[in-house]
């Protein structure tokens, strides 16, 4: 096991032999998050003149970010989503895609960001580590929403607030400690905190299922897929989050363990472009209940 891989499981699913290394990392986590909350209850957001949705959550890792804002900005207009992207293998702001035109590979702009540009042919997306150049191009373009993925930690920008509440995970500590990037209790500091099974419901399905797959994929915490695998999954591959794949590692693997097609997420296939190989999609929709979309056109309409 990688040690990252084993770094996940102590933050998402410790064991009582990870106690003493909890322990000793408690007091790092307790000034950590003392810093975060502080850093939350000083700050003066700016208001830049235009909507802006933060859609974000308080671990680190995945929880659903991204589905998420694809399925709340397919239910809106004129929208702009502007993303950090992590991963990516360039600097800078770049413009992913316009009103559903691509201007990017998704070396340039991350897995994330290319998954969103190609699910929303009305959405454009920028990336950029500066949040703020972004939205003013945003505006410049014509934006009338913007919706900002990831974006609870930027507390200098005024926003409505959105919060994936997380599964059940065992360890609620923060960082290093734990996987929250803040103390629990912040989440109050959001305007909507949305639960599964109460705010939104996921589908999930296969596209062209094999009888043996193996699965190969690059998200954090890759065992929350596991609900939602097959029987036919014979292997499994996991690589570091938003990393990228090797055709010919892949191939080998496939024959190692007799596999008839690789079986791997929707913001994986995005890097697997132009792979001669047999791939079976996982792909995962969220469905968001009404009330939740008309909470946030009233705040849109609120904030013109």
Not at 103 to 127: H, N, T, Y
Not at 224 to 247: A, I, M, S, T
């Amino acid at each position: 096991m990688r040690l990252d891989q084993a770094y996940e499981y102590l933050l998402f699913s410790p064991k009582w032999y990870h106690l003493p290394f909890i322990v000793l990392m408690l007091p790092f986590s307790i000034i950590y998050g003392a810093f975060m909350w502080l850093r939350r209850a000083v700050s003066s957001p700016k208001d830049f003149g235009i909507s802006i949705v933060s859609v974000g959550n308080l671990i680190v890792g995945g929880s659903g970010k991204t589905p998420f804002t694809i399925s709340l900005a397919s239910r809106l207009d004129d929208v702009t989503i502007i993303s950090r992207g992590y991963g990516r293998k360039s600097k800078g702001l770049v413009e992913v895609s316009c009103k559903g035109k691509i201007l990017a590979s998704v070396e340039q702009s991350g897995d994330e960001p290319m998954l969103m540009a190609l699910s929303l042919p009305k959405a454009s997306v920028i990336v950029s580590e500066d949040r703020h150049q972004a939205i003013r191009m945003a505006k410049e373009n014509g934006a009338k929403l913007i919706i900002l993925d990831d974006g609870f930690n930027r507390v200098e920008i005024k926003k409505f607030e959105i919060i994936l509440e997380p599964e059940k995970i065992k360890n609620v500590l923060p960082f290093p400690a734990g996987p929250f990037r803040e103390f629990w209790f912040t989440k109050y500091y959001a305007d909507m905190v949305v639960k599964e099974g109460r705010d939104f419901t996921r589908v999930v399905e296969i596209d062209e299922p094999q009888s043996k797959m193996l699965l190969v994929t690059a998200i954090a915490n890759p065992q929350r897929l596991d609900k939602y695998l097959p029987k036919e999954v014979v292997q499994k591959v996991y690589l570091k989050d938003h990393d990228y794949f090797d055709e010919g590692e892949i191939r080998k693997v496939m024959d190692d363990c007799g596999a008839d097609s690789i079986l791997c997420t929707s913001k994986d296939r995005v890097k697997m472009e132009g792979f001669d190989l047999p791939i079976s999609e996982l792909k995962l929709k969220l469905n968001i209940e009404d009330d939740i979309i008309k909470k946030i056109q009233s705040y849109i309409q609120s904030s013109l």
